[in-house]
């Protein structure tokens, strides 16, 4: 509703600069699932990152980028899109089931395990609530391919924008654990653009046979903290 003429304003015809602004309907979609308004509590989850930086192996932005890299080129960062293109290549029920119980099997931990399957469930039910779909209890990366599929989503926009929002959530909790501001949570963010973009168009063309991972100080990670003292993530 306009403001000066109190009339509706049509998505494609809000200009900017004197020209019309296109919005792929997709990407909207995918802006609101994965935006930290959406109830799956990612902010609660810190990847293993609250463990490394207890124990000193990220002291500093620098560390976190240098984290977060590896994450991309070796972890979960790269495996979790390889299990959401999958998902979203499926073809039918017992395809999806057995994509979600191979990600399952790979998460290194239990807190890991817990990680991906709340995200993955509230995900489900919201999304189902919300826009009718029937969705099963799956891990996040399985659920959000499922989703992107059923809503004919492009796969190639689902994939960098969830390796995106992995990154974004990472670098949230890190400014939370270590003196990093938000001019340089942001520039840690920019700087991994080009590895977020290779994990996606990697997770598009790679198939799940290929699944590995050697983000071994991320993984232990994950199991220390399950017996931390103090925390403030639940992994």
């Known amino acids: 509703m306009s403001m000066i003429t109190g009339t509706a304003i049509p998505m494609a015809t809000i200009t900017q600069a004197g020209s019309p602004m296109s919005i792929e309907p997709g990407a909207v979609l995918l802006m609101q699932w994965l935006s930290p308004a959406y109830p799956v509590g990612a902010f609660a989850y810190s990847h293993g990152l609250e463990a490394a930086c207890t124990t000193g192996q990220v002291t500093d932005g620098t560390g976190l980028a240098d984290w977060l890299g590896d994450l991309l080129l070796y972890g979960s960062g790269r495996s979790d899109p390889i299990i959401l293109s999958a998902a979203y290549r499926a073809a039918d029920d017992v395809a999806l089931s057995e994509v979600d119980m191979q990600a399952r099997?790979?998460?290194?931990?239990?807190?890991?395990?817990?990680?991906?399957?709340?995200?993955?469930?509230?995900?489900?039910?919201?999304?189902?609530?919300?826009?009718?779909?029937?969705?099963?209890?799956?891990?996040?990366?399985?659920?959000?391919?499922?989703?992107?599929?059923?809503?004919?989503?492009?796969?190639?926009?689902?994939?960098?924008?969830f390796v995106h929002a992995f990154v974004s959530n990472l670098v949230a909790a890190g400014q939370r654990l270590l003196p990093v501001g938000q001019l340089q949570g942001q520039q840690i963010l920019t700087d991994l653009g080009p590895l977020i973009r290779e994990a996606a168009q990697n997770a598009c063309e790679t198939d799940l046979a290929a699944l590995a991972g050697a983000s071994f100080a991320s993984d232990i990670a994950s199991m220390t903290h399950e017996t931390q003292y103090s925390r403030i993530f639940r992994s």
Do not use: K
């Open 105 to 161: 099997a790979f998460a290194p931990s239990r807190e890991r395990l817990a990680e991906s399957l709340n995200q993955g469930r509230a995900f489900c039910q919201t999304t189902s609530g919300v826009w009718g779909d029937t969705l099963p209890d799956l891990t996040y990366p399985s659920a959000i391919g499922r989703a992107a599929r059923l809503h004919g989503l492009s796969l190639e926009l689902t994939a960098h924008m």
